[in-house]
């Protein structure tokens, strides 16, 4: 039985297309985690040996805001593949799941290091079943333990596939940084928004939910409720113009 597929052209143009109609917003935002990623760095490295204790109280800051910013860029990059608006503030929408977002990379991370450790191979296998946990976690707020088995259901069939896209999205990167790294601000985007399209993909053929459209659903339910009220209080102000 064939497991779900996806195009790996389609995925990049999508990708491209997506980053040219929203470069302006993208450049921003890559100058906002470029300068969360690095301060805290810059500033640490100056406390390292006087202060530890001040380092150690940097270095945790640091790793926060980096979980908040990389639960972000997933948000912002699955808000585009739903032709829904992106923000600057979503970068930092998803902190209520910081502290699974950290027990998921850990548990990811261990997984794929023990695969490493053993035969190398089991390694990678396991980094690409396991590579959407945080997908889930983000996009449907999905327990720690069932992020990465969902993960592992949409990966089912198409682990080739996954593999040799990862080779083309490290491709785009790596050429983007050769054009003087300015190509990185086209670059980065194009393979992320690329990256969330297959899952998004993935994830419809896996037959699971999307959490966009439970929000239509709730959305739909909030105008009908409005819709709703509008009416009763016509029908009890019928001289009022709305």
Same mark, same amino acid.
């Given at each position: 039985?064939? #497991?779900?597929?996806?195009?790996?052209? @389609?995925?990049?143009?999508?990708?491209? @297309?997506?980053?040219? $109609?929203?470069?302006?917003?993208?450049?921003?935002?890559?100058? %906002?985690?470029?300068?969360?990623? %690095?301060?805290?760095?810059?500033?640490?490295?100056?406390?390292? /040996?006087?202060?530890?204790?001040?380092?150690?109280?940097?270095? %945790?800051? =640091?790793?926060?805001?980096?979980?908040?910013?990389?639960?972000?860029?997933?948000?912002?990059?699955?808000?585009?593949?739903?032709?829904? $608006?992106?923000? &600057?503030?979503?970068?930092?929408?998803?902190?209520?799941?910081?502290?699974?977002?950290? +027990?998921?990379?850990? &548990?990811?991370?261990?997984?794929?290091?023990? #695969?490493?450790?053993?035969?190398?191979?089991?390694?990678?296998?396991? +980094?690409?079943?396991?590579?959407?946990?945080?997908?889930? &976690?983000?996009?449907?707020?999905? #327990?720690?333990?069932?992020?990465?088995?969902?993960? *592992?259901?949409?990966?089912?069939?198409? $682990? &080739?596939?996954?593999?040799?896209?990862?080779?083309?999205?490290?491709?785009?990167?790596?050429? *983007? =940084?050769?054009?003087?790294?300015?190509?990185?601000?086209?670059?980065?985007?194009?393979?992320? !928004?690329?990256?969330?399209?297959?899952?998004? !993909?993935?994830?419809?053929?896996?037959?699971?939910?999307?959490?966009?459209?439970?929000?239509?659903? @709730? /959305?739909?339910?909030?105008?009908?409720? +409005?819709? @709703?009220?509008?009416? /009763? +209080?016509?029908?009890?102000?019928?001289?009022?113009?709305?």
């Amino acid at each position: 039985m064939d #497991g779900p597929k996806f195009s790996k052209g @389609e995925a990049i143009r999508f990708g491209w @297309e997506t980053m040219k $109609k929203n470069l302006g917003f993208f450049i921003v935002l890559m100058i %906002i985690v470029g300068i969360i990623q %690095i301060v805290p760095d810059f500033v640490s490295d100056l406390y390292a /040996e006087n202060n530890p204790a001040l380092w150690l109280l940097i270095f %945790i800051c =640091a790793y926060i805001l980096n979980c908040l910013v990389a639960m972000g860029q997933i948000e912002i990059t699955l808000k585009l593949c739903d032709d829904r $608006k992106p923000r &600057l503030d979503d970068l930092f929408s998803c902190a209520n799941l910081l502290l699974k977002y950290i +027990a998921v990379s850990i &548990l990811y991370s261990l997984i794929v290091l023990g #695969g490493l450790i053993l035969l190398i191979i089991p390694g990678i296998i396991f +980094a690409i079943k396991y590579q959407f946990c945080i997908y889930f &976690l983000v996009d449907q707020n999905t #327990g720690i333990m069932e992020s990465l088995k969902k993960s *592992g259901e949409i990966t089912d069939g198409a $682990k &080739l596939d996954l593999f040799l896209f990862g080779w083309i999205l490290a491709g785009i990167v790596l050429l *983007g =940084a050769l054009c003087l790294l300015v190509g990185l601000f086209a670059a980065v985007p194009t393979a992320m !928004v690329a990256h969330a399209w297959v899952f998004r !993909v993935l994830n419809a053929k896996a037959g699971l939910p999307r959490a966009d459209v439970e929000i239509a659903a @709730e /959305e739909r339910v909030v105008e009908d409720a +409005a819709e @709703e009220d509008d009416s /009763e +209080a016509r029908r009890k102000r019928p001289w009022k113009k709305w």
